[in-house]
């Protein structure tokens, strides 16, 4: 079950934060939009709600174009140190339900 609610908010469907990891539903809402966003710098800031507590999304454009997704959460703060390209469930939801070409295949 992915939706979109509004061009605003995502809604997606994800193993939630208890020990069994039982389906739960987050909500990712745009809480910032750069009016320049093939420039460098922060496209957007989706705030991330369902879990145990919110977090942030941000997507930011490095200088050759690359795009890369940056997770508040404790996995994508933990994990994605040691091991390479790894994204957290927040960031693999939010490119489940992007459309293709905005940024669906950064790291």
């Given amino acids: 079950m992915n939706g979109v609610l509004s ?48 977090y942030q999304i941000a997507l930011e454009r490095q200088e050759h174009g690359r795009t890369k997704y940056h997770c508040t959460c404790a996995d994508a703060a933990f994990r994605s140190e040691t091991i390479a390209k790894h994204s957290c469930k927040h960031v693999r939801g939010l490119m489940e339900c992007m459309p293709p070409g905005d940024g669906r295949s950064a790291a």
């Fill in 7 to 54: 061009p605003s908010v995502l809604v997606t469907v994800l193993p939630g934060p208890d020990r069994k990891r039982t389906r739960t539903c987050y909500r990712y809402k745009v809480v910032y939009r750069d009016t320049h966003p093939h420039e460098p710098g922060c496209v957007m800031v989706w705030e991330v709600t369902g879990g145990r507590e919110p």
